[in-house]
DNA sequence: GCAGATGGGACACCCATGTTGACGTATTAT
DNA sequence: ATAATACGTCAACATGGGTGTCCCATCTGC
């Protein structure tokens, strides 16, 4: 063990390199792909988040919302009051802890979510279909590891939640 | 031929999302990796884009940088401005074309983006070890699937071209 | 050689989205 | 009763995008 145990070849600078340049661009490309359903409402991508998200388990409270987004009250005030005004969310007082306000999506919102769902899964689902099953599961893969553990539950629990 | 193949399981909705998620908060946490440092040198995520990009080619002109960056000119000129008052990047007139300005690092440039990328290195490194070398692989194809065509080109330019 | 296209820089101005800090109120927990 | 929590809101500010306009140097095509 006194040597040192060289650094497995796909650890190198020009792989390390690769993925944070196709993560940039990729990332960019998947986002891109909703700005012009979002400009045609007036809406930004900071709304499209909570929209999301609250698409994804309804009654989330607010305080949840700025857990997973990781921003402050302020900014996320600012978003949700749009998205009230516009009729999009809507919030019940909980009936658990009544300081808490659930947030949900109204039918109107809950269409513009799957109407902005499905340029993300044509974008999404084309980049699954050309790069095959195998390689979709190594793409999770490595991207949970970038996620830092106390979110791997979180993101987990969206897809068991709802 | 009559009959509609069915979507294959991995492009369902839920598979989706998952991709979606994973991406966002993936990327989230590495561009995060880097934010320490950049606010000790009064720098934003702006002007790492720039640095690493001139990092990776240099020599690259103005005019390529905006295509990669997909920003205007201003919002370039801004960063290069404050990138060259601070002594991290300096151009020089081009030889074949003298209008164009090709950029690249200063030495104090190329050890900040140094010093930047060790934190990016971290994360992703942490990443691909944990995953293994197939999920690499694969976290690679889905994501140049996301990729429009003509980036993928620049993009595999920058790792033959430096 | 000149006209037009191109590369680059700079101006003023605006918008979206993030920040901090302070404060208020309802509700829950101790 | 008091402290902590969940939420909302105010003012003020920073960052990093955008637009439109104008300018200069230089290259290219005719």
Redesign the pocket.
């Known amino acids: 063990m006194g040597v040192p145990s060289a650094s497995p070849l796909f650890l190198r600078e020009p792989e390390i390199r690769r993925g944070v340049e196709l993560l940039y661009f990729g990332y960019s490309h998947m986002t891109g792909a909703i700005d012009k359903t979002?400009e045609k409402q007036?809406?930004?991508?900071?709304?499209?988040?909570?929209l999301y998200f609250i698409a994804r388990q309804p009654d989330m409270?607010?305080?949840?919302?700025?857990r997973l987004?990781?921003?402050?009250?302020?900014?996320?005030?600012?978003?949700?009051?749009?998205l009230?005004d516009r009729n999009f969310v809507e919030?019940r007082?909980?009936?658990?802890?009544?300081?808490?306000?659930?947030?949900r999506l109204t039918p109107t919102g809950s269409a513009l979510e799957t109407e902005l769902f499905e340029a993300l899964r044509e974008k999404m689902g084309a980049a699954y279909a050309e790069a095959g099953q195998e390689s979709v599961t190594g793409f999770w893969r490595v991207l949970e590891g970038l996620v830092p553990v106390h979110l791997r539950d979180r993101i987990a629990s969206l897809n068991s939640g709802s």
Request: hydrophobic letters at 35%; a positive charge.
């Open positions: 979002l007036g809406l930004g991508r900071a709304h499209h988040r909570a409270p607010v305080s949840e919302l700025l987004l990781n921003i402050t009250k302020q900014s996320l005030g600012r978003v949700l009051t749009d009230a919030s007082q909980g009936q658990r802890d009544r300081r808490q306000r659930l947030l």
